[in-house]
């Protein structure tokens, strides 16, 4: 039988323990000793992982005739060590956030001491692009948008839906110049839900990245190249607005 290894250890098992582990589930219990002759383990090592599995809830650990053995609990216990997982993690995650919120004075002070430059993030991957695409739901006020929703969709079919709807309950608007094509077209329909106003770039104008300018920032986002790219520049967005509301006018 093939030992479901890869996914023990998608849950945090350690390859050692993954073994062990799917060894004791085929056989009945079993001490230390005879576990390592049979998976080729160091014994002291392959007590300290069973110890692991114990603390897991996953293995149960007992004395038999003056010897310690270990026996697998049922499967199913993998159910309550998930949940006692996510309990763990939520935690975590609250107790850290709480610390950020203690060095964030640290971090923007650091931030602002370089006040009065140009800064340029760059984010790459699918992950990187919709991070970056989050930062423009901080816009304060109106996003400004060169788009081909096409190109858009075609990327991240499952984010752009729901950030549409988020941006809008975040009562973000957004002036956007769509190239021309049946995406942009059906997304359009979607403006007063969506807040957008849209004007369409005449037809033959195709290009793949999108522009967003909000706040004193500007997003480039490159599709072919799944990367990236804000600007944040009070002058130079200054000179993006205008540009965008002249060619807003001639459409």
Request: net charge neutral; with cysteine.
């Amino acid at each position: 039988m093939k030992y479901p290894h890869s996914f023990l250890q998608s849950l945090g098992f350690t390859q050692k323990e993954s073994v062990l582990y799917c060894v004791l589930l085929e056989h009945d219990a079993m001490t230390a000793a005879t576990l390592a002759s049979l998976t080729g383990i160091n014994r002291t090592t392959v007590y300290d992982v069973l110890l692991t599995l114990v603390q897991k809830g996953l293995v149960s650990k007992y004395a038999y005739q003056g010897v310690t053995v270990f026996q697998a609990l049922r499967p199913e216990r993998l159910h309550n060590y998930l949940e006692r997982e996510k309990e763990e993690s939520i935690h975590r995650i609250d107790v850290q956030q709480r610390s950020l919120q203690e060095y964030m004075p640290a971090f923007l002070s650091l931030f602002a001491s370089s006040v009065g430059h140009p800064k340029v993030q760059f984010f790459e991957g699918e992950k990187g692009m919709r991070e970056a695409y989050e930062d423009t739901l901080t816009a304060q006020g109106m996003i400004y948008a060169y788009t081909n929703v096409a190109t858009m969709i075609e990327k991240l079919p499952h984010f752009f839906p729901d950030y549409f709807i988020r941006r809008a309950k975040l009562r973000i608007p957004i002036k956007a110049i769509f190239v021309d094509n049946n995406e942009s077209r059906f997304r359009a329909e979607n403006d007063r839900e969506e807040l957008r106003q849209t004007r369409f770039f005449p037809k033959g104008i195709v290009f793949s990245p999108e522009v967003k300018i909000y706040n004193n920032k500007m997003l480039i986002a490159s599709w072919s190249e799944t990367v990236s790219v804000i600007v944040e520049s009070a002058e130079t967005i200054t000179l993006q607005r205008a540009i965008f509301e002249l060619l807003w006018e001639s459409l």
